[in-house]
């Protein structure tokens, strides 16, 4: 019999997150594939009421709640103990927890504590004969495993995207509250800021229905000989304020800023795509002046409609990776797009 257990932590502004959400949807997915099971949800933070009513109806058996202002701001210390807490209250075999910042940071940790197993950026789990199996990818994303296991407690993390969140009408929950007897040292971290991108600098936007990616040929000389980064960048910009695309990057447009050459300022290591970057999962995705390289293509498997615009015929997109490849002038192709979006 498994005892299932949704671990999150609520957010700064009360609420649980969309990746919560996402691992509830996975965690009830779980319990009603497999006989008897029973669900508990566990929550994290300075204060729960209003993220407690927010899956209030989402069917758990029970809720466990860890609160105080000294588990509001991410901290190993704060979270491990609040993580092991809540694991230890529930009895739980199976622990489900969303892939965020937070709970992979610490959950390894957690899953020594109690002598358990953990398996982290799992992407889909199933039931078959009552066993649970999840996938998870390796080699960046190009081999998938399918794990069982049998030792307990399972510490499970979700990837983000996999899974539609949880939807359900609010509802009160009556919350358990679990004691925490904080170690002196877990407060030797302190929280200072938040240092973040004003929210129009943000060009990272993971809930977008469009990635849009730059590749080095938008800082390559151009039919006239020249290179013209500044007009590259302000059609870029452009359609990305416009469509609130998130922006990738190639791995070779990133590396040009520590080779001093002419860059795109905006761009950091954070907009890469690929092998050595992110693997972003949006439902369309639009390069443009990138080759489509292995390494780099190998991040848009999770992108399920395709497109790219090179001048060359010859390119990686030509080759199977690409469900329409435009052969065209990348500037003049985005100078129209952005026209046409402005006279919406
Ligand atoms: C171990 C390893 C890991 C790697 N990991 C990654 C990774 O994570 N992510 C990644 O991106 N790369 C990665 N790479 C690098 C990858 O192999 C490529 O070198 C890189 O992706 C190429 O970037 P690019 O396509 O932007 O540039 P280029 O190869 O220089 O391509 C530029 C393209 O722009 C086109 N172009 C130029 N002007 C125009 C125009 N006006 N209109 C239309 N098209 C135009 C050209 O035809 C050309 O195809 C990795 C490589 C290795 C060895």
Not at 97 to 113: D, E, H, I, N, Y
Not at 128 to 144: F, G, P
Not at 259 to 276: I, Y
């Amino acid at each position: 019999m498994e005892t299932i257990l949704l671990l999150a932590h609520v957010e700064s502004d009360g609420s649980l997150g969309k990746p919560a959400l996402e691992a509830l949807a996975a965690a009830k997915a779980i319990q009603e594939a497999i006989e008897g099971a029973s669900l508990t949800v566990g929550l994290s933070g300075a204060e729960m009421g209003s993220a407690a009513r927010q899956v209030g109806s989402c069917g758990a058996s029970r809720w466990l709640a860890v609160a105080g202002p000294e588990f509001a701001q991410p901290r190993y210390a704060t979270d491990a103990a609040a993580a092991e807490a809540l694991s230890r209250a529930s009895g739980a075999t199976l622990i489900i927890a969303p892939a965020t910042s937070r709970w992979s940071r610490c959950l390894a940790g957690v899953a020594q504590r109690l002598d358990g197993r953990i398996d982290t950026h799992v992407t889909g789990a199933s039931v078959v004969d009552q066993k649970l199996t999840v996938t998870r990818w390796y080699y960046r994303q190009r081999l998938e495993a399918a794990i069982e296991r049998a030792r307990r407690p399972w510490f499970i993390l979700i990837d983000t995207g996999c899974y539609q969140p949880w939807a359900g009408e609010a509802a009160p929950a009556a919350l358990e509250s679990v004691a925490v007897e904080l170690p002196e040292a877990a407060a030797r971290t302190t929280f200072l800021e938040v240092k973040a991108p004003r929210a129009d600098e943000q060009t990272i936007r993971p809930d977008a229905n469009l990635l849009f990616v730059a590749g080095a040929g938008w800082t390559k000389k151009q039919a006239d000989g020249k290179t013209h980064v500044e007009e590259a960048a302000a059609l870029i910009l452009n359609f990305i304020r416009q469509t609130q695309a998130s922006l990738g990057s190639s791995k070779s447009l990133v590396d040009l800023s520590g080779e001093g050459q002419d860059v795109l300022p905006f761009l950091t290591h954070l907009n890469q795509v690929g092998q050595t970057g992110s693997t972003p999962r949006h439902p369309r995705g639009l390069a443009a002046c990138c080759h489509g390289e292995e390494p780099h293509v190998v991040g848009w498997r999770f992108v399920n409609e395709r497109r790219a615009i090179n001048l060359d015929a010859n390119c990686g997109w030509a080759r199977g990776k690409a469900d329409v490849l435009y052969v065209a002038d990348a500037f003049e192709v985005m100078a129209k797009v952005n026209a046409l979006l402005a006279g919406k």
